[in-house]
């Protein structure tokens, strides 16, 4: 069975400040994920090394809301990482 590819969050207008952002980090992390995929394999681990580190709470204490909620939604799709060769 294949794990489900990850889907952003979807974005309401009427929603906070911080949940716009953290859709729109969402998305940008699935376009990511999905790229990664189709990248070299020398480049795949480094890239989404990056991709973790730059969501990663402990990096972004002037958003760490809206980073820790990106970092979950990575961390949520492991499986799907995984699958395609990238678990970390």
């Known amino acids: 069975v294949t794990p489900e590819q990850p889907q952003p ?6 929603s906070s400040a911080e949940d716009q952002a953290v859709c729109l980090g969402e ?6 994920m999905t790229a990664l995929i189709q990248a070299p394999f020398s480049k795949q681990r480094k890239n989404l ?19 820790t909620r990106v970092f979950h939604f990575i961390q949520a799709h492991d499986d799907w990482l995984s699958h395609h060769g990238l678990a970390l």
């Open 27 to 32: 998305q940008e992390v699935t376009q990511e």
């Open 9 to 14: 969050s979807v974005h309401d207008p009427s």
């Open 49 to 67: 090394k990056k991709l973790r580190l730059r969501w990663h709470p402990d990096k972004n204490p002037e958003r760490l809301s809206v980073a």
